[in-house]
């Protein structure tokens, strides 16, 4: 029988991209997003690459809706055998500047949705007899954070710190989590960091994106694609033996 892969956020961008690798790989797929119309508009392109898959809406910061994404999930497909927590959102704005809402807002997705996506996956997977494997979006800015990006990348230190958590809690019952740590991504997400860089910056529209594109020493930036042929790896038995692990995928911008 097919495995099942959950994708939150999964409508467009990375999300997507992981998706349809996940899909090409084998994987039945659920495309969790809060864009309901972009998400289904995802499955019926899917549809036509012979990808078998199915739409359903909810809000990662909602605990409800991470647990009715699984449900929904295992009444159509029968298992969750992926869960991947890829839906976050992004803030660009000086410390100085961050209000207590904004600081809410980004935590209740980044954070607190991971968490309730690990809670919603890790209590299926614990009645499946091959437990299953848990991935997390993490960044680079989760290892070193960015300047006008510190909220979005405290959340990304958070997401760290829940996958290590994770896997050490959930390894007895063969659940492996890790997590993904993509580096500069051409997105609707850095179309909106760029634009409210520059602001603050005093730059021309785009010229934040290039001014870290061209720090990567692989001279080019990263697409959806390349970041899901790691998160292939993540679900795939080939990585059976990784737990708690945070990997980049960056073309080379954070060396450690
Ligand atoms: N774009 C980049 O350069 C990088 C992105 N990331 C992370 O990768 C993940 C995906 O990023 P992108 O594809 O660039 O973002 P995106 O903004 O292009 O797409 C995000 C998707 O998530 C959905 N979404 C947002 N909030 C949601 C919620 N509360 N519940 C359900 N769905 C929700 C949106 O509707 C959208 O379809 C995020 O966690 C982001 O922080 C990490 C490193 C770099
Ligand atoms: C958006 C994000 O995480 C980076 C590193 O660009």
């Known amino acids: 029988m097919s495995k099942v892969a959950v994708i939150t ?25 809060m864009n309901l119309d972009l998400a289904n508009e995802t499955v019926d392109e899917f549809k036509k690459k012979d990808i078998d898959a199915i ?13 009715k994404t699984v449900s929904d999930a295992v009444e159509k497909f029968g298992s969750v055998d992926v869960f991947v ?8 704005e000086p410390l100085e500047e961050v209000t207590p809402e904004n ?6 997705v980044n954070v607190f949705g991971t968490l309730y996506g690990i809670q919603a996956a890790a209590k299926q997977m614990k009645e499946q007899e091959d437990g299953g494997k848990i991935i997390n ?14 909220a979005y990348s405290s959340t990304k230190f958070a ?32 179309d909106r960091i760029d634009a409210k860089m ?23 930036s990263q697409t959806p694609e390349d970041v899901a042929n790691l998160v ?25």
């Open 9 to 33: 956020g999964g409508a467009q961008g990375i999300g997507k991209g992981i998706a349809e690798r996940l899909g090409t790989d084998g994987f039945k797929i659920v495309i969790n997003d």
């Open 55 to 67: 739409a359903v809406k909810g809000d990662v910061s909602k605990q409800d809706d991470q647990f």
């Open 85 to 92: 927590n890829n839906a976050g959102i992004d803030q660009v």
């Open 103 to 108: 600081l809410e807002k980004i935590f209740n």
């Open 137 to 150: 979006a993490c960044s680079i800015a989760g290892k070193t954070a960015f300047e006008l990006l510190g």
């Open 159 to 190: 997401v760290n710190g829940l996958t290590q958590a994770a896997a050490k809690e959930l390894a007895q019952h063969k659940i492996k989590v890790n997590a993904y740590c993509p580096g500069i991504v051409g997105t609707s997400m850095w």
């Open 198 to 220: 520059v602001e603050y910056k005093n730059m021309e529209p785009g010229q934040a994106w290039e001014e870290q594109v061209k720090q990567i020493p692989l001279e080019r």
């Open 232 to 256: 292939s790896y993540l679900a795939s038995s080939d990585s059976d033996y990784m737990t708690g692990q945070a990997i980049n995928i960056d073309g080379g911008l954070e060396v450690h």
